[in-house]
């Protein structure tokens, strides 16, 4: 247990990384918070419609407590909304990700070069990847990681009519899932660079998944916050790729908590 809270609390360094390097350099900062700006308009725009609408929502996806008295029925309505809500947010964080990703594909390929060969030494096999084939492969990535998404959050919505631990366990649980699809996204432009392929990279990212879970999950709760987006996806932008650089290369970042990692996992 002392070992997985040493490795989240690594992951977490990660993401506060991320945020050093961005905020170090303000062209880095704008030039990931463009399309994040587009991406966070559609975003808020879509939960603002559902809010505005959830009580009807609610109502029509639990037509089988019609008859029940009114307080069973105002709280079963009340668990579906939220359950909901919570849906739409998991979900559309992802396609907001996926969204920005691939509208700024140029941006943040330009982000995780600029940090891989000014602070990580260079990618010296990297592949020159067109940016149509970039967008491609990280829409067809995140098609399959938004249908996993949806696949997952159908049980979850289900748990969140149990009393109490619908309330408290089913959305921790939601949390990790969704960060850690998160994170798979974050991290794709590095092992894209190098040739390598979503099961290649679901891979690396399962061999240090504490480290992980601590950089994606804060990365996700703060994309939560109305517009922080638009800053947090810079600096988690940035972060995802030393994560990805780590792994791949075995390479310790540089600042003195980290320990290099050979071939990706942790030395005995």
């Not at 399962?206 to 517009?227: D, H, N, Q, W």
Request: glycine share 10%; aromatic share 8%; with cysteine.
């Amino acid at each position: 247990m002392i070992r997985v809270l040493r490795d989240f609390g690594k992951g977490v360094g990660l993401l506060a990384k991320g945020f050093g390097l961005v905020f170090r350099s303000p062209k880095l900062l704008l030039i990931g918070a463009i399309p994040a700006v587009l991406s966070s308009a559609l975003l808020i725009g879509g939960l603002v419609l559902l809010a505005t609408n959830i009580d009807t929502i609610a109502a029509w996806a639990t037509p089988f407590a019609d008859d029940w008295s009114e307080t069973t029925r105002t709280v079963t309505r009340f668990a579906a909304g939220i359950s909901m809500i919570g849906a739409f947010l998991a979900i559309g964080l992802l396609a907001f990700t996926a969204i920005t990703i691939v509208i700024g594909g140029p941006f943040y390929e330009h982000i995780a070069e600029t940090i891989e060969d000014t602070e990580l030494g260079g990618v010296p096999e990297a592949e020159q990847v067109p940016w149509w084939r970039s967008a491609l492969n990280g829409v067809r990535d995140a098609v399959l990681l938004i249908g996993i998404a949806i696949l997952l959050a159908i049980p979850l919505f289900a748990a969140g009519f149990i009393p109490v631990v619908g309330q408290t366990v089913v959305p921790v649980i939601a949390v990790c899932v969704n960060g850690w699809l998160l994170g798979i996204e974050l991290t794709g432009i590095p092992f894209t660079r190098r040739g390598k392929t979503l099961k290649e990279r679901r891979a690396a990212l399962r061999s240090k998944r504490a480290v992980t879970l601590g950089f994606s999950v804060p990365s996700y709760l703060l994309c939560l916050i109305p517009l922080a987006a638009i800053v947090v996806m810079p600096a988690a932008m940035a972060g995802g790729t030393v994560l990805a650089h780590r792994l791949i290369t075995g390479q310790a970042p540089k600042y003195p908590a980290y320990q290099p990692y050979p071939n990706g996992t942790q030395a005995s």
